[in-house]
């Protein structure tokens, strides 16, 4: 069971611990995994209406050092970056920034579900995919 | 909104107590370290005493074969047995799928029927699933929710195809006891072979094959402070007279039950282990429990959200499995990486499946991966129990803290109602 020293360093110090007031229409909340599989990430997410970039982004995971790490990196990622350019984050880049194991895959996975649930509840709010799919059927 | 800046779950700014020296072995469950007094009775057959204990016409034989014959009486003596019923083994998973497949195939004719629980060790059970792909038939019996077997569902389970039964003694992850005697009566009052791995329970309680109705039983020797790679299996020799078909070919050493030359040291360190066993586990038992109880009781009044698994009136010493819940088991042992404990979490297996034993108990699969297993043992100190305790309750502290289930909980939000994305 050796870890790689980025995961440990994420697991000593995990970043962007923390809640954002998920009934805040800048704010979407991603909640993934599920309790007996031993993984559950919520990950949230608080965009700037204008620019649409994130500006601020906070975790809680319960699951293992790689699950903790996972998202906790997901979040330095997201941060900074629009809607747009965050769902360009895959699992792959998490595997190999933080060195996971094949067993440790499906942390990285569920970061990345997390990022995309995050901002599909951020849309949902903010009427955004259905823009997207009105443009769609207007062009 | 909250925030927890500056987190760091495993630094301590304790400093380390007097008398407790890093890392902390407290997985006494999975092996011992060596009784020193147990290397010192070893020491002589790694060098001068080499000799095959089966060569009989020199006194290099002969000298060995004496150090084997007296280990056969302490290992005995322990268990309340003749040392002519003692067969040793390169350890106790070689004992048990010796007792299981050495009577499985000697009594085919009588019955093809065997009956075990789903708690047992994979020794055990991996062994009784072989079995039935050669055409017997294996009843594996349920536990209860404090992980003991129900004796009437033992009770209905024999028929007259039956011809083994096999229940451990102690169970390795959890600690509960079995009904040990009362299992071992109702298999002679059908006259049905009664297999015991003892491996858990001889040296830590007291076991005695006569008084416990037992036939035959499988012993290690590196659970009790002795070597690695030699264990033994008691086979009663009377009333009644247990024969096996053995599994191992060659030389006919064992009474023809187990061939192969005998590992000499190994064997002498396990007599030894046993006689030490003999002379202080009256006072150990006590001494191992009241640090467990000290453990439990620390964590229990200062931890909310804490499950006891397994009856704790019919458990080993020091055995103590707990499940933090809301706390994944593996992030929690990363977090105190300097004491040796185990999980029940397997995160790291392929099938990310948690412990059977505690899925048997009934405990959800998320309770499950938050329960840790404490072995205290012979070499464990007051100041490390302490030592531990503080740092399981830090890391859990810290570890809820980010834990978004915690936080729910907290809330008064029902984690059953919500609809989970199993993966």
């Known amino acids: ?139 | 909104m909250a925030e927890t800046t500056g987190m760091n779950i495993t630094q301590s700014k304790r400093p380390l107590p007097e008398g407790v020296k890093l890392p902390i072995y407290m997985d006494n469950h999975a092996t011992t370290p060596l009784d020193p007094r147990v290397l010192e009775a070893m020491m002589p057959y790694f060098t001068h005493i080499f000799g095959n204990a089966a060569s009989r016409n020199h006194s290099f034989g002969w000298e060995a074969e004496q150090g084997v014959e007296k280990a056969r009486e302490q290992i005995a003596r322990l268990i309340g047995a003749t040392a002519k019923e003692i067969v040793f083994t390169s350890g106790a998973t070689e004992s048990t799928n010796l007792a299981i497949k050495g009577v499985a195939e000697m009594y085919r004719e009588r019955g093809n029927h065997i009956i075990t629980q789903v708690t047992e060790h994979k020794a055990t059970l991996d062994t009784c699933k072989r079995l039935e792909k050669s055409g017997f038939r294996v009843t594996f019996l349920p536990v209860m929710a404090d992980g003991l077997i129900d004796l009437e569902d033992l009770k209905r389970a024999m028929d007259d195809q039956t011809i083994l039964v096999s229940i451990m003694y102690a169970n390795n992850e959890i600690g509960v006891i079995q009904p040990i005697p009362e299992i071992g009566k109702l298999c002679h009052e059908k006259g049905v072979l009664f297999h015991c791995d003892a491996v858990q329970a001889v040296g830590k309680i007291p076991v005695n094959v006569l008084s416990d109705n037992i036939d035959l039983m499988s012993i290690s020797g590196h659970k009790i402070y002795g070597p690695k790679g030699v264990g033994a299996l008691y086979v009663r020799r009377r009333n009644p007279r247990v024969q096996l078909a053995e599994q191992i070919n060659g030389g006919g050493h064992e009474r023809g039950m187990r061939s192969g030359t005998l590992n000499v040291p190994g064997i002498v360190g396990m007599g030894k282990a046993c006689e030490i066993c003999m002379e202080e586990m009256e006072s150990e038992a006590k001494r191992d429990k009241e640090l467990r109880d000290h453990l439990m009781n620390r964590l229990v009044s200062t931890l909310d959200y804490v499950r006891v698994n397994g009856n704790m009136e019919h458990h080993l010493p020091g055995n103590l499995n707990i499940s933090f819940i809301y706390v994944e088991g593996e992030s929690l042992l990363m977090g105190i990486n300097d004491v040796a404990v185990s999980s029940g979490s397997a995160c790291t297996s392929a099938t990310l499946e948690p412990s059977y034993v505690l899925k048997a108990l009934g405990l959800g699969d998320d309770v499950a991966h938050s329960s840790i297993r404490f072995g205290i043992g012979r070499f464990n100190t007051r100041a490390e129990v302490d030592f531990v305790a503080d740092k399981i309750i830090d890391v859990v502290q810290k570890l809820r803290e980010l834990s978004p289930l915690y936080e729910m909980v907290k809330e008064g939000i029902d984690l059953t109602k919500i609809e989970w994305a199993a993966h």
């Open chain 1, 1 to 139: 069971m050796a870890y790689s020293e980025k995961v440990v360093d994420h697991y000593e110090h995990p970043r962007n611990v923390g809640t954002l007031d998920k009934s805040s229409p800048e704010v979407g909340t991603g909640l993934v995994g599920a309790p007996e599989c031993g993984d559950v990430m919520r990950l949230q997410i608080k965009v700037n209406p204008e620019t649409q970039v994130i500006e601020d982004a906070k975790f809680k995971t319960f699951g293992c050092g790689s699950a903790i790490a996972s998202s906790s990196l997901a979040t330095e990622w997201v941060k900074g970056k629009t809607v747009s350019e965050a769902l360009t984050i895959s699992n792959t880049d998490i595997v190999k920034e933080l060195s996971l194991p094949p067993v440790k895959i499906h942390c990285s996975v569920l970061a990345e579900d997390a990022i995309r649930a995050a901002i599909g509840d951020w849309k949902t709010k903010n009427g955004v995919g259905s823009e997207a799919a009105a443009a769609v059927a207007v062009g």
